[in-house]
């Protein structure tokens, strides 16, 4: 099986570390962006299997990262999670629209989001 990639996208450098190095640990080889404005080229350039983005960043939001990704021919069938600590319900509609998947509510359990990914790289093999 190959080493599937997994690009996650959040402002918060100590976070973005810790669940890098958990991911890792977990057979994922990560590429970690903490600028909202850097990840779209991130992206092109790495062609990641799953994008973990959180919700509310100072430069960009990730429904607008979501909505950006979706745009680029080729890269809009890659799973899009996102993750944030200041989920609402009512984000459902928005989440729709911009092709995001599921949100995992911070501060999660990292085997929470391993399953999440799974369940992501699973359902896209299978579109």
Do not use: H
């Amino acid at each position: 099986m190959t080493e599937k990639k997994v690009m996650l996208v959040d402002d918060n450098k100590e976070f973005l570390e810790e669940l890098e190095e958990t991911l890792n640990l977990s057979g994922y080889k990560t590429i970690s962006v903490n600028d909202a404005n850097l990840a779209l080229d991130a992206v092109v350039k790495s062609c990641p299997d799953v994008v973990v983005v959180d919700l509310k960043m100072p430069s960009k939001t990730g429904f607008q990262l979501a909505d950006e990704l979706r745009r680029i021919p080729g890269f809009d069938r890659i799973p899009i999670i996102a993750m944030s600590g200041f989920f609402k319900e009512d984000y459902g509609p928005l989440m729709n629209i911009c092709g995001i998947r599921k949100c995992i509510k911070k501060p999660f359990n990292p085997l929470d989001m391993i399953s999440e990914i799974e369940e992501a790289l699973n359902n896209a093999g299978g579109e």
